[in-house]
């Protein structure tokens, strides 16, 4: 493992507003940086009460204007929602204005429901064209040619990186194809993640862009000094998706005591399946179950996240997955 980023969906904690998910995005960026954090992701969602980030270029310009150093970028992009002109100017602003710092990871899926993707696209295309857009969008990033058609302007010549971001084996064969990096929604679609990594490691074509795969894998997180308190600050986390499975999304619930007075027990397994690539606990039961995921899937980089209610312990359970995946990186590199 080489690097460890963060992932932030920008969460509305039930009792407060999205200007304040927002305020605390840009304090989480700025620690995420002061940490160590080689990345800081942030993802695009529709029509969600309790996440934030649905505009996410302007999101992502935001916390780029508030750091210095960290890269900042997407996690992703739901292609299919957007023009890929519109993306590469977007992006490509972007990386005229913070040079060296924005990613791009480009997913396929809506990231909403089919009402809301209706009302994003107008139109709803029966094809998949989400391979022959990543390669039209990437195509607005490269040299200057001063007799195209279509320029996307700022964006050419800016070289963005792209990844493709996935869940199944669709994008590890597209980004195999391509020779790009690759990440993977592990934190909550586990199901086919070394299926996919093994596809996409064996049949990866290098390329201008990637010499040899770079696979990414999502973890989430929730630490806290004991085993105990950890547990009850991932409750929310647990609540929320449960009520996202059964049409009832809302703002990041506040944690409870016991989540299964809460959630039927079908229900809350298939939660903690879904959610099961991932560490809880205190500082060393963190390092254990982090080092056991690396272990098991081998990524280059572990992006981790987290939702959890109250900012001041999202912000601690960052601090202390910082600390443990610096260790965890330090080691990898030594061996």
């Known amino acids: 493992m080489q690097a460890f980023s963060l992932l932030d969906l920008s969460p509305i ?8 998910a927002l305020k605390n995005t840009v304090t989480l960026a700025q620690a995420a940086e002061r940490l160590g ?4 992701w942030l993802a695009e969602h ?15 310009g935001h916390v780029a204007g508030a750091t210095r150093t960290i890269r900042v970028g997407a996690g992703g992009i739901m292609l299919p929602n957007h023009a890929p002109l519109v993306i590469a100017e977007q992006f490509g602003t972007l990386a005229t204005l913070y040079p060296g710092r924005i990613d791009l990871g480009l997913g396929r899926a809506p990231g909403t429901d089919m009402g809301t993707a209706r009302a994003l696209r107008r139109n709803m295309a029966v094809e998949d064209t989400f391979p022959q857009d990543v ?13 195209a058609t279509v320029r996307a302007i ?6 963005v990186p792209v990844w493709i971001l996935g869940s199944s084996t669709f994008g590890a064969q597209l980004a195999a194809w391509l020779g790009l990096p690759y990440a993977f929604a592990s934190h909550f679609a586990p199901a086919m993640l070394g299926q996919a990594l093994e596809i996409y490691r064996s049949t990866f074509r290098p390329s201008e862009h990637l010499a040899k795969p770079h696979v990414m894998i999502a973890a989430g997180v929730c630490a806290a000094p004991t085993d105990a308190e950890a547990g009850f600050l991932r409750s929310s986390q647990i609540l929320a998706f449960a009520r996202l499975r059964t049409g009832r999304p809302g703002t990041l619930p506040r944690p409870v005591d016991d989540v299964s007075a809460e959630v039927p027990p079908q229900v809350l397994a298939q939660v903690e ?4 690539v991932s560490a809880t606990g ?11 995921i690396i272990e098991t899937y081998r990524p280059d980089e572990v992006m981790v996240t987290g939702m959890i209610h109250d900012p001041a312990a999202r912000l601690r359970s960052f601090e202390i997955a910082a600390e443990v995946l610096g260790d965890l990186t330090r080691a990898s590199k030594a061996a």
Do not use: K
């Open 37 to 40: 954090y080689t990345r800081y």
């Open 135 to 147: 390669v039209e969008l990437m195509g607005y990033f490269g040299p200057v040619d001063p007799n």
């Open 154 to 159: 700022p964006g050419e010549g800016t070289a």
């Open 273 to 276: 399946h879904a959610l099961s």
């Open 13 to 20: 904690p039930e009792g407060l507003t999205a200007a304040d």
């Open 282 to 292: 205190a500082p060393e039961t963190l390092r254990r179950q982090l080092a056991a």
């Open 46 to 60: 529709h029509n969600m009460p309790g996440i934030a980030s649905a505009a996410t270029s302007i999101v992502i």
